[in-house]
Nanobody
Framework: QVQLVESGGGLVQTGGSLRLSCAAS????????MGWFRQAPGKEREFVAS????????YYAHSVKGRFTISRDNAKNTVYLQMNILKPEDTAVYYC????????????????WGQGTQVTVSS
């Protein structure tokens, strides 16, 4: 069992930056691929970024590539999402997720989810 708690969301102006953090419980954090998803009102939850167990592999949605960076610190049981050059279309609830596999890029591959953190980008 893995419990995930996101933090770092908030209100930011267009062009600004935020860093999301996701703290995981348990001693097996390095056994899980980690990902970030987001869900805007009236829309389906969508993939944002993922990182492999070791941190050596990262994957991004086309819409965020070059602006967002996912990273992890296995010693701190934490995964991060650095978000730069934010746009109003980035407004959503952002969810952290863990997958019991080397890497995962689609929603159904993830086993555990956090409660989400709101990111709002004003125009």
């Amino acid at each position: 069992q893995v419990q995930l708690v996101e933090s770092g969301g908030g209100l930011v102006q267009t062009g600004g930056s935020l860093r999301l953090s996701c703290a995981a419980s348990g001693r097996t954090f390095s056994s899980y691929a980690m990902g970030w998803f987001r869900q805007a009102p009236g829309k389906e939850r969508e993939f944002v970024a993922s990182i492999s167990r070791s941190g050596g592999g990262t994957y991004y949605a086309h819409s965020v590539k070059g602006r967002f960076t996912i990273s992890r610190d296995n010693a701190k049981n934490t995964v991060y999402l650095q978000m730069n050059i934010l746009k109003p279309e980035d407004t959503a609830v952002y969810y952290c997720a863990a997958a019991a596999r080397p890497i995962a890029t689609i929603l159904r591959e993830y086993d555990y989810w956090g409660q989400g953190t709101q990111v709002t980008v004003s125009s």
